[in-house]
């Protein structure tokens, strides 16, 4: 019922929940002062009115160390009003998380000393002029006060983190911020470690006010220190081993999260109780269990898939429908490899292909692209889809060219030589198959132009043969020229195709997926070789 209530307030008020529920919040305080001189009157013979206006006065005190406090804290508050109001880019969101998280802590450590100095010692020197008692009984009162003010504090703390749970609740659905943000927190060590010497102490004095027979400063004096020996001395072995049972399983978690983090799935708890920590380790080991085997998923993905295409099909933003996009497409294919798979042994054949894409494949993925399917001894990649690049296009072209110069000019694949046709297009991307059986491939006719466009390669003789719609996205540092426009088998129309030469080897910097790359005019004074007037783009 609380808590509802506490979300439904949160609803109304908006930004102004926080002053709102702080204020309210520390109107707690009176109830302490009430039963604070109610444990007083067991110790000091007085009249109620005496003991009532004693109340009323500590009550008109407090009041004006409540008002100190919200003008020193409200400052805090500021980035959870923003948020509220509506201030949700990320580094408010942070800001109001981390603001709602060390709030409680920060608005007590802030305003320790104000209720001691503008509540506990006034009221403790009015107490003993008006019960006329000596100057000495001050520091009874000032200590049992001292005591009751902690219990007020610890109050205010818990208070206010259930307070501000709503809050926080509301912020973490739109961002999940890490605890190794810089805030200010009480440990769940010192929550214990402080809570439950103060409820002994607290209970100590509580039972020997109602025992006691009289007995002025001197006997609350006795009680209070005995209250506070037992506390932390003989009730603190027993919060050491509250503590250390409820943290080593904690401890415990912490250490296989981080291991977690950093990859290894083998980790597990050991469950070392039955009750609730024991119950989040079996949690735990279930949950790691998962994982584990969604990493040996995307791990077979990864062998059989391009890692970001399996990436993609795992992640939330996988459309199983399909999108359309442009995209470019390489394809190449082994020249001449009917007759050299006749001569050669099956063993031979397969070695051969493996050593061919172990060098191309890793030149196609360095460029941004993906490898969509093999097909027999040629193969079909996609630049720009799943991960988008604007200059898919010119990361194509490149991935082209360093293949050609690998295999056909360094012979770092023996001896088999490729021809790479690369075309740009809409396609539709997206998991294609049926019974059972999906493949995330690229849709249409942009995809039959690549094919035919190395297709082409042999006919005119020619490593590289690209379309006219992948040369005019082309960047600086490629320069292509105009073979003609040809008739593409299963293509309607005549399709412009073009040859294209780097003004720099393909060992421009371009491979990294960041896109970076040397500046075209050094690339240029660099090779000499190319004469600038070969090639033209077309339009130009």
Same mark, same amino acid.
């Not at 580094?91 to 320790?112: G, L």
């Not at 889809?385 to 293949?403: F, Q, S, V």
């Given at each position: 019922?609380?808590?509802?209530?506490?979300?439904?307030?949160?609803?109304?008020?908006?930004?102004?929940?926080?002053?709102?529920?702080?204020?309210?919040?520390?109107?707690?305080?009176?109830?302490?002062?009430?039963?604070?001189?109610?444990?007083?009157?067991?110790?000091?013979?007085?009249?109620?009115?005496?003991?009532?206006?004693?109340?009323?006065?500590?009550?008109?005190?407090?009041?004006?160390?409540?008002?100190?406090?919200?003008?020193?804290?409200?400052?805090?508050?500021?980035?959870?009003?923003?948020?509220?109001?509506?201030?949700?880019?990320?580094?408010?969101?942070?800001?109001?998380?981390?603001?709602?998280?060390?709030?409680?802590?920060?608005?007590?450590?802030?305003?320790?000393?104000?209720?001691?100095?503008?509540?506990?010692?006034?009221?403790?020197?009015?107490?003993?002029?008006?019960?006329?008692?000596?100057?000495?009984?001050?520091?009874?009162?000032?200590?049992?006060?001292?005591?009751? /003010?902690?219990?007020?504090?610890?109050?205010?703390?818990?208070?206010?983190?259930?307070?501000?749970?709503?809050?926080?609740?509301?912020?973490?659905?739109?961002?999940?911020?890490?605890?190794?943000?810089?805030?200010?927190? /009480?440990?769940?060590?010192?929550?214990?470690?402080?809570?439950?010497?103060?409820?002994?102490?607290?209970t100590g004095m509580t039972v020997a006010a109602l025992t006691a027979e009289g007995g002025g400063g001197e006997s609350l004096s006795l009680d209070v220190g005995i209250a506070l020996g037992v506390a932390t001395t003989i009730a603190l072995e027993l919060t050491l081993l509250v503590t250390r049972s409820v943290l080593r399983p904690i401890a415990d978690l912490q250490t296989a999260t981080e291991r977690v983090l950093d990859g290894d799935f083998s980790v597990s708890v050991p469950v070392t109780t039955g009750d609730e920590t024991g119950e989040l380790a079996a949690s735990f080991n279930a949950m790691v269990q998962g994982l584990a085997e969604r990493e040996r998923i995307r791990e077979a993905f990864g062998t059989y898939l391009d890692r970001e295409v399996a990436d993609y099909i795992l992640s939330d933003s996988f459309a199983e429908d399909g999108i359309e996009l442009e995209v470019s497409m390489l394809f190449t294919d082994v020249r001449d490899f009917t007759g050299f798979a006749a001569e050669a042994e099956a063993?031979?054949?397969?070695?051969?292909?493996?050593?061919?894409?172990?060098?191309?494949?890793?030149?196609?993925?360095?460029?941004?692209?993906?490898?969509?399917?093999?097909?027999?001894?040629?193969?079909?990649?996609?630049?720009?889809?799943?991960?988008?690049?604007?200059?898919?296009?010119?990361?194509?072209?490149?991935?082209?060219?360093?293949?050609?110069?690998?295999?056909?000019?360094?012979?770092?694949?023996?001896? /088999?030589?490729?021809? =790479?046709?690369?075309?740009?297009?809409?396609?539709?991307?997206?998991?294609?198959?049926?019974?059972?059986?999906?493949?995330?491939? =690229?849709?249409?006719?942009?995809?039959?132009?690549?094919?035919?466009?190395?297709?082409?390669?042999?006919?005119?003789?020619?490593?590289?043969?690209?379309?006219?719609?992948?040369?005019?996205?082309?960047?600086?540092?490629?320069?292509?020229?105009?073979?003609?426009?040809?008739?593409?088998?299963?293509?309607?129309?005549?399709?412009?195709?073009?040859?294209?030469?780097?003004?720099?080897?393909?060992?421009?910097?371009?491979?990294?997926?960041?896109?970076?790359? /040397?500046?075209?005019?050094?690339?240029?004074?660099?090779?000499?070789? =190319?004469?600038?007037?070969?090639?033209?783009?077309?339009?130009?």
């Amino acid at each position: 019922m609380a808590v509802t209530a506490l979300r439904w307030a949160y609803r109304r008020l908006g930004r102004l929940y926080p002053r709102i529920f702080l204020v309210l919040e520390l109107q707690t305080v009176y109830p302490v002062i009430l039963g604070t001189y109610a444990l007083f009157s067991f110790y000091y013979n007085g009249e109620p009115g005496e003991f009532f206006a004693l109340f009323g006065i500590t009550c008109g005190l407090a009041a004006i160390a409540i008002v100190i406090a919200c003008v020193r804290t409200f400052p805090m508050l500021r980035p959870l009003e923003a948020w509220i109001a509506g201030a949700r880019d990320d580094q408010s969101t942070t800001e109001a998380w981390a603001a709602a998280i060390s709030f409680p802590w920060r608005m007590i450590r802030m305003n320790a000393l104000v209720p001691a100095i503008i509540v506990i010692v006034p009221s403790a020197v009015i107490s003993a002029v008006m019960l006329d008692l000596t100057w000495t009984a001050v520091f009874p009162f000032i200590a049992g006060s001292t005591v009751a /003010l902690a219990y007020a504090s610890m109050l205010h703390y818990f208070a206010l983190e259930i307070g501000y749970r709503p809050l926080l609740i509301d912020i973490n659905k739109q961002v999940s911020p890490r605890t190794e943000a810089n805030v200010s927190a /009480l440990s769940v060590r010192w929550r214990l470690l402080l809570t439950l010497p103060m409820i002994n102490a607290i209970t100590g004095m509580t039972v020997a006010a109602l025992t006691a027979e009289g007995g002025g400063g001197e006997s609350l004096s006795l009680d209070v220190g005995i209250a506070l020996g037992v506390a932390t001395t003989i009730a603190l072995e027993l919060t050491l081993l509250v503590t250390r049972s409820v943290l080593r399983p904690i401890a415990d978690l912490q250490t296989a999260t981080e291991r977690v983090l950093d990859g290894d799935f083998s980790v597990s708890v050991p469950v070392t109780t039955g009750d609730e920590t024991g119950e989040l380790a079996a949690s735990f080991n279930a949950m790691v269990q998962g994982l584990a085997e969604r990493e040996r998923i995307r791990e077979a993905f990864g062998t059989y898939l391009d890692r970001e295409v399996a990436d993609y099909i795992l992640s939330d933003s996988f459309a199983e429908d399909g999108i359309e996009l442009e995209v470019s497409m390489l394809f190449t294919d082994v020249r001449d490899f009917t007759g050299f798979a006749a001569e050669a042994e099956a063993k031979e054949v397969v070695a051969a292909l493996n050593s061919l894409f172990e060098v191309v494949v890793p030149i196609i993925s360095r460029h941004g692209g993906h490898v969509d399917k093999f097909e027999g001894d040629g193969l079909l990649a996609v630049f720009g889809a799943p991960r988008p690049y604007r200059d898919h296009a010119r990361r194509a072209t490149r991935a082209a060219l360093e293949i050609c110069q690998r295999v056909n000019e360094d012979e770092q694949a023996g001896n /088999l030589r490729v021809g =790479v046709g690369v075309n740009t297009g809409r396609v539709v991307a997206g998991a294609v198959g049926g019974g059972g059986r999906l493949n995330f491939s =690229v849709i249409g006719d942009a995809v039959n132009i690549a094919s035919r466009a190395e297709a082409a390669t042999r006919e005119l003789d020619r490593d590289i043969l690209i379309t006219q719609a992948t040369a005019e996205s082309l960047g600086p540092g490629l320069e292509v020229k105009s073979v003609g426009s040809h008739r593409l088998k299963g293509v309607a129309d005549p399709v412009e195709l073009f040859m294209v030469r780097s003004a720099v080897a393909s060992r421009e910097g371009e491979s990294s997926k960041d896109g970076s790359a /040397l500046d075209p005019e050094q690339i240029l004074a660099a090779a000499g070789k =190319v004469r600038r007037g070969l090639f033209k783009r077309p339009g130009r």
